[in-house]
């Protein structure tokens, strides 16, 4: 278990061994961690909605009380403590429609949007992470300079929405996902601004232009606690100016709305036999062997199907011409992880328009997972009893092989394998 929670610990270390000094078994330690990992998924994506004016005190409640629940000696009730990541599921799903509303109504509605890739000529500054109200603060502080300011990872998302999309220091985009930061962010001339995870502790060659915001921090980065940016923008106007180098453009910006727009479409689409089937790619990405996995399978799904994707996990699948369906694009990027909001309202009112339930859509989702956020967004899933994920590249360390059982006989859960075109056959031939 190496479970080390209290003073009651075997030899005043961890009890590995199940049950542990107190009677709590694996599985239990197992579900507390799940509940843990979750609600710090959670906590994340409320904080983002709490700066944009959106709260749910129901769910401020909850985290109280489960973090209550994961206390020594307080719950050993693995029903219990399965009901609870259920419910954080639950609560995550609040959340998200929470930070989704908050973008929303802060950035104006979401649409289509084709966006330039690498930089152009004169000083920039690169913005990585997840808050776009840290983006928009920025944005407004260069206004009047030169400064040209880029997106990086989960940032790209940023131009989808008109408000921050029609600035005039808003760029374009530049580099990949969070694990190649130590190379992109080396390469580019201007300082980095870090607003949320994921953030790599800096190497020697960016460590003086790697700049943190907040809860944010890394040693050796500059720190800037009260969004206060006029250092970044010194430091941008002190160092190198950015070269004209272009790198082509990818398209964005298929919000929940606007495929809610296209649900009579896509419905009659569905029933005539139009659209195949739906996939949702997508998730963290990571440097681990095996994400190819998630390459491999989006390059074979068939021509007449779509592929959903959000987070970072859509650099594995974006460099790809997956051509066009019925007058749209095969991929939809649909934005930020927490954007799987999106993703599961599309899929109920797809549902409630079909007259079935969401596991009995044309619809698989193949989700790759990393840290806390992609937890908190499976137990959302779970909780709306969606069937059949496949989830990978690796199984959770915390999750055990007893409640890993328990998901796979309730919900299907899989695992990625060594053979994503044969997966793709066997969900056709299921649907």
């Not at 843990?36 to 700066?51: D, E, F, N, P, Q």
């Not at 206060?228 to 430091?235: K, P």
């Not at 109920?348 to 989702?365: F, K, Q, S, V």
């Not at 590249?393 to 006989?409: D, E, K, R, S, Y």
């Amino acid at each position: 278990m190496y479970c080390n929670q209290c003073e009651q610990t075997f030899r005043n270390s961890a009890c590995v061994n199940s049950p542990g000094t107190c009677g709590k078994d694996a599985d239990v330690q197992s579900l507390q961690e799940t509940l843990l990992y979750g609600l710090k998924g959670m906590a994340a994506y409320a904080h983002h909605a709490r700066r944009l004016g959106q709260h749910d005190e129901a769910v401020s409640a909850f985290i109280e009380e489960a973090l209550f629940v994961t206390m020594t000696n307080v719950n050993f009730d693995p029903g219990a403590l399965l009901d609870y990541c259920l419910r954080c599921g639950e609560m995550n799903l609040r959340v998200m429609e929470l930070l989704d509303r908050g973008h929303v109504e802060t950035f104006g509605t979401p649409a289509p949007t084709r966006v330039r890739e690498g930089t152009e000529a004169g000083p920039g500054i690169l913005v990585t992470g997840h808050d776009l109200l840290d983006l928009w603060e920025l944005l407004r502080q260069v206004e009047g300079t030169a400064i040209r300011v880029y997106t990086h990872g989960e940032m790209l998302p940023a131009h989808m929405y008109p408000r921050l999309r029609e600035h005039p220091n808003l760029a374009g985009h530049y580099g990949g996902a969070w694990q190649d930061q130590k190379r992109e962010f080396a390469a580019f001339p201007g300082p980095v601004l870090a607003t949320t995870n994921c953030v790599l502790i800096p190497p020697e060659q960016y460590r003086d232009r790697l700049y943190t915001i907040r809860a944010t921090g890394v040693p050796n980065a500059r720190r800037l606690p009260d969004g206060d940016d006029s250092a970044l923008i010194a430091a941008a106007l002190a160092c190198p100016p950015c070269p004209e180098a272009p790198a082509g453009e990818s398209t964005i910006g298929f919000h929940r709305q606007v495929l809610l727009d296209q649900a009579p479409t896509l419905v009659e689409a569905v029933r005539s036999g139009a659209i195949r089937h739906f996939f949702v790619i997508g998730g963290c990405d990571g440097a681990e062997k095996g994400r190819n996995y998630f390459t491999d399978y989006a390059r074979a799904t068939p021509p007449d199907s779509f592929i959903l994707t959000l987070g970072c996990g859509k650099y594995r699948i974006r460099d790809h011409d997956y051509g066009e369906h019925l007058g749209l694009p095969r991929l939809l990027d649909m934005g930020q992880c927490n954007d799987a909001y999106g993703a599961i309202a599309v899929a109920a009112a797809l549902a409630e328009a079909c007259e079935c339930g969401i596991n009995d859509l044309p619809l698989t989702l193949v989700v790759s997972w990393f840290e806390q956020k992609a937890v908190a967004v499976l137990l959302s899933l779970l909780h709306l009893g969606v069937r059949g994920i496949t989830l990978g590249p690796n199984p959770p360390a915390f999750i055990t092989p007893g409640v890993l059982a328990i998901l796979q006989q309730r919900y299907d859960l899989r695992l990625t394998g060594q053979d994503p075109e044969g997966d793709l056959a066997r969900a056709l031939a299921a649907a």
